[in-house]
């Protein structure tokens, strides 16, 4: 068994899933001051899935304020990346809500390097204008956040 790898602000993450989600809390300026994987099956004790403790002076901001009574302090949430690209955090507590933070990449998640796989992976047969451009630069957060929501249901299945 592997020990458990906690980046901090003075032991960031270098490379894959980590990066991502560090990168993107810092770019919106949520100060991370823990980020860690929690390995085994979700749900059990928090296990798979990654964990963040985010400085406790952005609450409020577009994190809700409060106080835990379970034992998590405030700051505490889920995070992960859903789809392809969109970095969320979710609170450790009822009722659970999840927030977007940003996206890894601006271009849409069923976008390759070979072109668009946004058809093959929906079996649709009909191009809609704004299903899947050549480029997603200009997309906004909506689009985006829609796009990874199909990617995230259509890999699950």
Known sequence: MTAQIIYTPNNPP???VAKKIWGVLVE???????LHYN???RGVGGGG???CIINDKFEGRILPNGHRSDGTRAGEFWCGIMGRTV???EEMTAPYNSFIVGFTTRKCPFRTRAGCS???LTNKDVIQENDCPKTCDSGTDEFLTQRNE????????
């Open 14 to 16: 270098t490379k894959g």
């Open 28 to 34: 919106n300026n949520l100060d991370p001051q823990d």
């Open 39 to 41: 390995g085994g099956r």
């Open 49 to 51: 899935t990654w964990a």
């Open 87 to 89: 970095i969320y955090l």
């Open 118 to 120: 946004y058809y093959s």
């Open 150 to 157: 199909e990617y995230d249901r259509i890999k699950k299945n």
